[in-house]
Nanobody, 117 residues
Framework: QVQLVESGGGLVQPGGSLRLSCAAS????????MAWYRQAPGNQRELVAE???????NYADSVRGRFTLSRDNAKRTVDLQMNSLKPEDTAVYYC???????????WGQGTQVTVSS
């Protein structure tokens, strides 16, 4: 079965940086679309960024230019580098894998990111 384990969350001051990592197992990692979503209290879960098997990336307007998504197929990881963090980036961040043909999706357990002075 697919297992996604996120790490790297924490507390950071506005303007700071964090790097989230998602380690995947139980899937042919290189063929999957990988993504990070986030959910703040009282809000719906929203897409932050996604990367295809061909390494094409798509970013939410709110993070474009500040966040960078990358994948390492050999290590089966997908990393989200977050720079110039703002208080509104505070949320639980979730890793998601999606099969490109069946759309079968799996989620990680989430990692908390808090941006506050």
């Amino acid at each position: 079965q697919v297992q996604l384990v996120e790490s790297g969350g924490g507390l950071v001051q506005p303007g700071g940086s964090l790097r989230l990592s998602c380690a995947a197992s139980g899937l042919i990692f290189s063929m999957y679309i990988m993504a990070w979503y986030r959910q703040a209290p009282g809000n719906q879960r929203e897409l932050v960024a996604e990367i295809t098997s061909g390494r094409e990336t798509n970013y939410a307007d709110s993070v474009r230019g500040r966040f960078t998504l990358s994948r390492d197929n050999a290590k089966r990881t997908v990393d989200l580098q977050m720079n110039s963090l703002k208080p509104e980036d505070t949320a639980v961040y979730y890793c998601k894998s999606t099969h490109p043909r069946t759309n079968f999706a799996s989620w990680g357990q989430g990692t908390q990111v808090t941006v506050s002075s």
